[in-house]
């Protein structure tokens, strides 16, 4: 089955400590996005990348960061200078072939991460 | 800057009714939109994703119309099911940030049996 996987479904963080988010996909596209989500609110972009050893900062950056060594994999970092991490994370992937601009996004199950 | 926005929050409606979800933008220059579905702790799910050459498309009990000079779409369910219940969540995909979506806010619909 093709598609995207994220793990932990949930993950708990103490103060201080910084926590890893999986993402990896096997449908073959080259970008892939991260968003947060708060309860009641829209999806806002963290970071993305559109190929291997590249990425950019989205619109709320500060506190993350992300790497892509490697085409189906783009892991997110939570850092202790992430003030509010208490969120739901979702992974995105999108083709990058063709009239790429007018291509889906798919998204990932997911992960909740809480801060105690 | 590019702001989207669901309007109403929330939705009940009997079974069978109709369900009618809109969706505005402030920018028409978007390259397409998509709708989503998502259930209680759960990621999104494609349900519809309308060019912006397109005016409308069709994908069974759904029919998502595009209006880009108003700076509106709507979602319609046709003859909904209590199964319908979840957010809905419309997003335009804008040519900044590697067309990252800008998303609202959702609509939240509750379809009693």
């Given at each position: 089955d093709g598609g995207i996987t994220q793990s932990p479904k949930y993950l708990f963080r103490k103060e201080g400590q910084n926590v890893t988010l999986s993402c990896e996909q096997n449908l073959n596209h080259d970008a892939m996005y991260w968003y947060r989500q708060d309860p009641g609110q829209g999806l806002r972009l963290i970071y993305y990348s559109q190929i291997v050893n590249d990425f950019q900062k989205g619109d709320i950056a500060e506190g993350y960061s992300v790497s892509r060594e490697k085409k189906e994999s783009f892991p997110l970092t939570v850092t202790s200078a992430q003030k509010n991490p208490t969120a739901f994370y979702l992974c995105a992937s999108r083709a990058l072939k063709?009239?790429?601009?007018?291509n889906e996004q798919f998204f990932g199950p997911g992960t909740r991460l809480t801060v105690l | 800057k590019q702001e989207v926005t669901q309007i109403p929050a929330a939705l009940s409606v009997p079974e069978g009714e109709n369900l009618v979800l809109n969706c505005s933008f402030?920018?028409?220059?978007?390259y397409n939109l998509q709708w989503f579905r998502q259930d209680p702790g759960k990621g999104l799910t494609s349900l519809l994703l309308i060019q912006s050459s397109q005016r409308e498309q069709t994908s069974g009990r759904l029919n998502a119309s595009l209006d880009k000079s108003s700076g509106r779409s709507t979602l319609y369910i046709a003859?909904?099911?209590?199964?319908?219940?979840a957010t809905y969540l419309c997003a335009v995909s804008i040519k900044a940030a590697g067309n990252k979506l800008t998303f609202g806010g959702g609509t939240r619909v509750l379809v009693k049996p």
């Open positions: 063709g009239d790429y601009y007018y | 402030t920018d028409s220059a978007i003859a909904s099911q209590p199964g319908d219940s």
